[in-house]
Nanobody, 128 residues
């Protein structure tokens, strides 16, 4: 199983980035999916998660209204559109999946120990 995150980079405050996570080795439609991030010296935290049938999404308070998570099960890919980026969004972003589809998006995002599989991360730096 591989999760390949991409799309990170250097962006100015107020700018946008779109992260992608290409998943192989599993059928994505059977998994809850999320994006987590880890800033230097801080713990890894859930940023945004989405349920199996897209019926349930969760956003951490600081990104609500600025980030949008989506999934394309046909392409086995998850996206995170990040707009109005701030300095405090600087972190390594990881995609992750979890096979217990009964769990809500919020439940998954609140528990960084739950994922069955992790991607390697992509660095997002917001700086002027």
């Amino acid at each position: 199983v591989q999760l390949q995150a991409s799309g990170g980079g250097l962006v100015q405050p107020g700018g946008s980035l779109r992260l992608s996570c290409a998943v192989s080795g599993i059928t994505l439609e059977h998994y809850v999916v999320g994006w987590f991030r880890q800033a230097p010296g801080k713990e890894r935290k859930g940023v945004s998660c989405i349920s199996v049938r897209d019926t349930d999404t969760y956003y951490e308070d600081s990104v609500e209204g600025r980030f949008t998570i989506s999934r394309d099960n046909a392409e086995n890919t998850v996206y995170l559109q990040m707009d109005s980026l701030k300095h405090e969004d600087t972190a390594v972003y990881y995609c992750a999946v979890h096979s217990n589809t009964d769990n809500s998006a919020m439940f998954f995002c609140a528990r960084p120990f739950l994922p069955d599989y992790w991607g390697k991360g992509t660095l997002v730096t917001v700086s002027s």
